[in-house]
């Protein structure tokens, strides 16, 4: 097979403009597209907004215009007295915001298509919310993975971003009374199940994958100051440790088996100046030029220049089952 590259992108909401703003960045440098270079291609939440968008044949410039146009959109609480209120409700009276607005919008985008079109395999972690089990998304890249093709691409994206207190659970038609939660209760990053995925059912070697792993941004979160706290002096911040627990522990378990064949694109930024829901345009915009600022770095565009948007093509994905284009 020769080597197998990965794609990973994290959760983290409206922070997904940085990694889409990094890809679209790489795509643009190297002249090369991600559909074309990776075999597969998995993602968390928002970072499955943005994997789904790429197998279905946008560019990541594409995406990333539609998180500066759309996000504002999809989480309009900025004013204090919005984001006061859509607090209060996150707490007592169930989610924060509307999923109705984000199925509108990733409609515009995705439109009817199906998540089966995908001209690359995928990979999309999620929860099922009614059997209590992690559940995947996943193409027709095995014979056994013929349950999710047919279903629309929007509703395999809500699936995996209904994130808890955020959005309500994500009702899945093509399965019947099942719906999901966010992805990012259990693969916030992807990377570990994304290289599980590849060596159990895509028939590649471990010593030939390779990994670029895209964050959403990172803060330094010390759990000192709650070590003695109640659940609700927690409130958020357990979320927070939840996420950056998990996205550590796969990109280290991932890098160590691949023996260092992970690349990480992500960067470190304070405490409190990105969360998952400010889609002020100042933020999106910052958020943006970090992510095109990391792309740029020479350790990152050496790297991947070689190795993963290099020119050479993955051998083209066909699909154990075709769906017909809605």
Not at 128 to 134: C, E, K, N, P, S
Not at 233 to 240: D, I
């Amino acid at each position: 097979m020769g080597r197998f590259r990965i794609l990973a992108l994290d959760g983290g909401g409206i922070k997904g403009a940085f990694s889409a703003a990094a890809l679209a960045t790489l795509e643009e440098t190297t002249g090369k597209r991600c559909v074309d270079h990776f075999d597969l291609i998995s993602g968390t939440s928002t970072g499955g907004i943005i994997a789904i968008g790429l197998g279905l044949g946008l560019s990541a410039r594409d995406i990333a215009n539609f998180y500066q146009t759309q996000g504002p959109v999809i989480f309009p609480n900025t004013s204090l007295v919005q984001k006061t209120m859509a607090s209060l409700k996150q707490v007592f009276w169930g989610p924060k915001l509307s999923g109705d607005v984000l199925r509108e919008e990733l409609t515009r985008v995705f439109q009817q298509r199906k998540f089966g079109e995908s001209k690359s395999r995928l990979l999309i972690p999620t929860y099922d919310a009614i059997g209590g089990r992690i559940f995947l998304m996943k193409t027709a890249h095995h014979p056994r993975f013929i349950h999710d093709i047919e279903a629309p691409a929007v509703d395999v994206a809500l699936a995996t971003s209904a994130a808890p207190t955020y959005f309500k659970a994500a009702a899945f038609p093509q399965h019947e009374h099942a719906s999901y939660v966010d992805g990012g209760v259990w693969a916030n990053c992807p990377a570990m199940a994304a290289l599980v995925e590849a060596v159990s059912f895509c028939d590649a070697n471990l010593e030939d994958i390779d990994i670029l792993s895209i964050g959403t941004t990172t803060t330094p979160f010390s759990i000192a100051n709650h070590a003695e706290a109640g659940a609700a002096e927690w409130n958020m911040g357990l979320v927070n440790v939840m996420f950056e627990g998990q996205v550590e522990a796969s990109v280290k378990q991932a890098g160590l088996l691949t023996k260092g064949r992970l690349h990480r694109i992500d960067a470190t930024v304070s405490s409190g100046e990105f969360t998952l829901d400010d889609a002020s345009q100042i933020k999106i915009e910052r958020l943006m030029n970090l992510g095109r600022s990391e792309a740029v770095k020479k350790a990152h565009l050496e790297d991947i220049q070689e190795r993963f948007l290099n020119g050479t093509h993955v051998i083209p994905y066909a699909p154990f089952k075709k769906v017909e284009p809605a």
